[in-house]
C-alpha cells in the first residue's frame, strides 16, 4: 500500500513536471490549476477569478493543461495495468521496472510491454515449448554453425518437428518474434519511417469512375512527416470508400536490400561474410520486417498522421467556432428574419429586441409564383406594425434574390429606416427541427422556426448559436471524419469559453444559454428559467442561492459570469464576482465615492493606484481586473457590427469576371486558405498565398471567420462552380473565365503517372463548397 502511494506521488510529480515544461511555466503554477481542476472548478473560473494562485495562466494554456492532464493520468493508469501484468508473470526485473517507468508515450509503453502481453499461441510458443530456443540462441551467436546439421539435434517428432526443415522453421520463428518485440529497435524503426518514409496511394482497379472526388489521389507520393491535415484525412476517407488503396514504405534502390532490414541486421550484428548461417539469418530478417516489423510499423503510423491530421481539423473547427461565436452582434433592435426558398416561398419571422417571436408569414416573391409587388406589401405592413430597423437574410438557396426583395423594400419605404444584412443559416434546421425549438414554438411550422434563428443570430450570434451542436455549425474540415468525443470536448470547451468571456445576462437568457455559464448545467440552467418564470426577474446575485441544486459550489463557479441590468447592487451588471464586492465597498469609502457613482466613472478609477488596494486574498491581477471593470462595468470584447455590400448585378458565377474586385465575408478558415462569401451562392477560395504578400503559415493571421474583406476574382470555372480570389489587390494579368471544355478540368482517369509527384493542394469531397474552391487553387498552382 505504501509502494503504491509513493508510486502514485512520483507519478503526479512527474506529470506536474512535464506540463509545466510543455507549457514553459513555473510547476507550482501548474500545481495549484490542477488542485483547483480537481476541486470541481472550470477553466473559465480559475482563469478569471483565481490568477494569483495560478501565476496568471490564461484560459488557453488552462486548456492546453487541462487536456493534457487527462491524456497523462491514461498514461499513468495504462503503466500500473502493464507493470502489474508483468509482475504478476514474475519476470518484473528493477530494470525493466525502470523502463516502464521512463516510458514517455503509450506507444514507447507499449513497446515494453509487447513481449509480455498476454496472446494467442504463436508458432514461437510451440517452437519454445519443443526446446527450440537454444538452436535460436546457438546460431545468432556463432555464425560459423551449420543450422541443417545443428537443427537435427533438436527433432522432436512428438510436436511435429521431425526434420531439419521443420527444426529451423522454428528457429527463425522464435528469432523473428525476439527481433520484433525489441523495443529499442521498434522506436527507430518506427521514427525512421516517420522522417524518410513515403506514402503513396492508388486508385483501386474498376473505381475510377466511382472515386472522381479522389482523382487527386489516384496516383499520389508525399513524405509521410509532411502530409497536410485536409490531406490525410481525404486520403483516408478514400480508403475508408473503398477508392484508394494506400501504401507506406522507404525508398529502395533495384536490387538493394531494404533500408530497415539493414537495421534489424545491424542491431543483431548480423552481416553476410560467407559463415555457414549468414544466409539464413539474413533470410530471417527479411522475414521479420515484410511478415511482423512493417505491417505493425505501417498501422502505428498510419495512426500517428491520423490522430495528428484529426487534432489539426479540430484545432481549425474550434479557432473558427470562436470567430463565428465572437461576431459582432447587431444589438437589441426588432428584426425580421427572411429564411429564402422559390417554390416553397421565403419564409418570415419578426422578433422583437429580446428575440421574442412577434409575427410570422409566407411570402412567394420568387419563381414559380412571382408575387414581388404582393411580398413587399406584406414585408412592409409587418415592419411597420412591429417598428422593425433589422432585416435578416439567410445566405441559402435563393439568398440574393431574397437580398433583392430587401433591398426593393427599402428603395420603395424609405419611412422605415431598415437595414439589410445576409448572416449565416449554417445550422438553422438543425434548430428548427430540434427538441428545443419544439418546445419553445409548439405547433409552429419548422420552417418558421428557421427564420426566427435567422433573425435571432443577427441581433446576437452567440445566444443563438449555443442552441446548434456546434459540429452543426459547419466551419470544420472534415469533422465528420475525425475523433467524434474529442471534437465534441473541444466545441464544447470553445462554446463554454466564449459565453463567459460575453458574460451572460440573467434575466434574458435561454435556458441552453445559461448551461454553458460556468459551473451550470443543463438542469439547473432549466431551474433558474423556471425560477425566473416564477417569481420575476432576479433582483440581485444572491437570490440564485434560492434556486433548486444550486448550491455554494455553483454560485462561486458561476455567478461572476451573470449578469443583472438594473439590479439592486450595481455590482450585479459587472464581471466582478460577488466574494469582491467588499473590497470594491472598500475602494469606494477610501475614495469618499457612493459605490454607485464609482461604478463606470472611468476619468475616476482610472487614476487609482492598483498596489494601493492588494491584500492577502485579492493579489495584484485581480485588483487591475475589478478596476478595469469599475471602468467599463459589462463591457462586451466583441467587435463592433460592420456589413459586407455585395456588389449590385454580380448574383450568380455567370456574372462574375477575372479581374473583378467585390466585398465579401470570410466564412471559414482553413489551414490552405480562406474561403469568402462574395454573393454568388458559391464560396470562393483564397489560397493561403494570395492572402496577404508576406509569407505566412497560419491563414489565421491575416483573416477569421466573420471578417470583411475586399478581394479580387483570379479564376472561375462556371461548370465545377469554382472560384479562385485573391486579397492581394495589386494589378495582374486578367485570366480567362474556363469553359467546360478546358483540359485542365478533364479527371484523370485514374491512369499512374509516369513519374508520382505530391500534389500541391488536394480536392476534399468534390460537393462540398470547401473541395470545389480549394479544387479551383489547385487548378490555378498547377497552370
Same mark, same amino acid.
Given at each position: ?8 506521488? &512520483? ?17 507550482? $503554477? ?7 481542476? !480537481? ?5 473559465? &473560473? ?64 507499449? +513497446? ?31 555464425? @560459423? ?57 492508388? %486508385? ?87 511478415? *511482423? ?6 498501422? +502505428? ?44 416561398? %421565403? ?11 412577434? !409575427? ?10 412571382? $408575387? ?27 439568398? @440574393? ?9 427599402? *428603395? ?69 471524419? %475525425? ?59 444572491? $437570490?440564485? *442561492? ?43 469609502? %477610501? ?17 487609482? *493606484? ?6 492577502? $486574498? ?17 463591457? !462586451? ?62 491563414? @489565421? ?5 466573420? !471578417? ?11 461548370? @465545377? ?63
Amino acid at each position: 500500500m505504501r509502494r503504491t502511494h509513493h508510486n502514485n506521488e &512520483f507519478c503526479m510529480q512527474s506529470i506536474l513536471s512535464r506540463i509545466a515544461t510543455e507549457l514553459a511555466v513555473q510547476e507550482k $503554477q501548474v500545481a495549484a490549476a490542477v488542485e483547483l481542476l !480537481d476541486e470541481g472548478s472550470t477553466v473559465p &473560473f480559475i482563469a478569471r477569478y483565481r490568477k494569483e494562485k495560478t501565476g496568471g495562466l490564461d484560459d488557453t494554456q488552462l486548456r492546453f493543461l487541462e487536456t493534457r492532464l487527462g491524456s497523462l493520468r491514461e498514461l499513468e493508469k495504462r503503466r500500473e495495468t502493464v507493470l502489474n501484468s508483468i509482475r504478476e508473470q514474475g519476470k518484473l526485473t528493477s530494470e525493466l521496472e525502470q523502463q516502464v517507468l521512463g516510458a514517455d508515450t503509450r506507444t514507447e509503453l507499449e +513497446d515494453i510491454y509487447l513481449p509480455y502481453k498476454p496472446k494467442r499461441r504463436t508458432k514461437a510458443m510451440i517452437a519454445r515449448e519443443a526446446g527450440i530456443q537454444p538452436l535460436a540462441e546457438a546460431l545468432l551467436a556463432d555464425p @560459423r554453425l551449420n543450422p541443417e546439421s545443428e537443427a537435427t539435434k533438436y527433432l522432436n517428432p512428438d510436436m511435429e518437428f521431425a526434420d531439419a526443415k521443420a527444426v529451423l522453421d522454428g528457429a527463425r520463428q522464435i528469432l523473428m518474434e525476439d527481433f520484433a518485440e525489441n523495443a529499442e529497435l521498434s522506436g527507430q524503426l518506427r521514427e525512421y519511417l516517420w522522417e524518410q518514409g513515403g506514402f503513396e496511394s492508388n %486508385v483501386v482497379p474498376g473505381k475510377e469512375e466511382e472515386g472522381q472526388k479522389f482523382s487527386d489521389y489516384f496516383a499520389y507520393a508525399e513524405a509521410i512527416g509532411k502530409i497536410p491535415s485536409h490531406r490525410a484525412l481525404a486520403l483516408f476517407r478514400g480508403r475508408n470508400e473503398g477508392i484508394l488503396d494506400l501504401k507506406l514504405d522507404v525508398p529502395t534502390a533495384e536490387g538493394a536490400s531494404h533500408p530497415c532490414e539493414d537495421k534489424i541486421a545491424a542491431a543483431f550484428h548480423i552481416c553476410d561474410q560467407g559463415r555457414a548461417a549468414d544466409r539464413w539469418l539474413l533470410d530471417t530478417v527479411r522475414w521479420t520486417w515484410k511478415v *511482423k516489423l512493417h505491417s505493425r510499423l505501417s498501422t +502505428d503510423l498510419n495512426l500517428r498522421l491520423r490522430e495528428q491530421a484529426e487534432a489539426e481539423a479540430i484545432r481549425v473547427f474550434a479557432a473558427n467556432l470562436k470567430d463565428l461565436l465572437l461576431a459582432a452582434p447587431a444589438g437589441a433592435r426588432a428584426t425580421l428574419g427572411l429564411d429564402p426558398g422559390l417554390r416553397t416561398g %421565403v419564409k418570415v419571422a419578426v422578433v422583437d429586441a429580446t428575440g421574442k417571436l412577434l !409575427d410570422f408569414a409566407t411570402i412567394y416573391p420568387h419563381v414559380p409564383k412571382k $408575387q414581388w409587388d404582393q411580398s413587399i406589401a406584406v414585408l412592409a405592413a409587418l415592419c411597420s406594425k412591429h417598428k422593425v430597423g433589422l432585416i435578416s437574410i439567410g445566405n441559402g438557396t435563393a439568398s @440574393r434574390e431574397t437580398d433583392h426583395l430587401a433591398a426593393d423594400l427599402i *428603395k420603395r419605404h424609405p419611412e422605415l429606416d431598415l437595414s439589410k444584412i445576409v448572416v449565416s443559416e449554417a445550422g438553422a434546421s438543425v434548430y428548427s427541427a430540434s427538441e428545443l425549438a419544439a418546445k419553445e414554438f409548439p405547433g409552429l411550422d419548422v420552417s418558421i422556426r428557421g427564420a426566427v434563428s435567422i433573425a435571432r443570430r443577427l441581433q446576437d450570434p452567440l445566444a443563438e448559436l449555443v442552441k446548434i451542436d456546434p459540429k452543426s455549425i459547419g466551419v470544420g474540415q472534415y469533422q465528420h471524419d %475525425v475523433n467524434q468525443p474529442e471534437l465534441a470536448r473541444s466545441l464544447d470547451a470553445v462554446v463554454e469559453d466564449c459565453v463567459n468571456a460575453v458574460g451572460v445576462d440573467l434575466n434574458m437568457a435561454s435556458a441552453p444559454l445559461l448551461a454553458r455559464v460556468s459551473g451550470l448545467n443543463q438542469g439547473i440552467a432549466e431551474n433558474i428559467v423556471a425560477f425566473r418564470n416564477e417569481n420575476g426577474a432576479f433582483r440581485n446575485r444572491n $437570490q440564485l *442561492k434560492k434556486v433548486s441544486r444550486l448550491g455554494a459550489k455553483t454560485f462561486e463557479q458561476a455567478a461572476g459570469f451573470l449578469r443583472i441590468r438594473d439590479g439592486e447592487h450595481p455590482l450585479d451588471a459587472s464581471a466582478v464576482h460577488p466574494e469582491a464586492y467588499t473590497l470594491v465597498e472598500q475602494i469606494a469609502a %477610501v475614495n469618499r465615492q457612493p459605490l454607485q457613482e464609482l461604478v463606470g466613472n472611468s476619468e475616476f478609477v482610472s487614476q487609482l *493606484k492598483p498596489t494601493d488596494y492588494v491584500t492577502e $486574498q485579492f493579489g495584484l491581477p485581480t485588483i487591475r481586473d475589478i478596476l478595469a471593470e469599475l471602468e467599463k462595468p459589462g463591457r !462586451d470584447p466583441r467587435p463592433e457590427f460592420v456589413t459586407a455590400t455585395f456588389r449590385e448585378g454580380v448574383n450568380e458565377l455567370a456574372d462574375l469576371q477575372a479581374g473583378m474586385i467585390l466585398e465579401g465575408v470570410v466564412t471559414n478558415v482553413a489551414n490552405f486558405g480562406a474561403f469568402v462569401d462574395i454573393g454568388v451562392h458559391q464560396d470562393g477560395l483564397v489560397h493561403i498565398s494570395q492572402l496577404t504578400n508576406k509569407f505566412i503559415k497560419d491563414p @489565421r493571421e491575416v483573416v477569421r471567420t466573420g !471578417d470583411v474583406v475586399k478581394v479580387r476574382v483570379e479564376e472561375v470555372d462556371v461548370q @465545377r462552380k469554382r472560384i479562385s480570389l485573391t486579397m492581394r489587390l495589386e494589378p495582374a494579368e486578367k485570366k480567362p473565365v474556363k469553359s467546360s471544355t478546358d483540359s485542365r478540368s478533364k479527371p484523370m482517369g485514374g491512369k499512374p503517372m509516369p513519374n508520382k509527384k505530391p500534389v500541391k493542394e488536394a480536392a476534399p469531397a468534390a460537393n462540398s463548397a470547401m473541395g470545389d474552391a480549394l479544387a479551383a487553387a489547385l487548378a490555378k498552382m498547377r497552370k
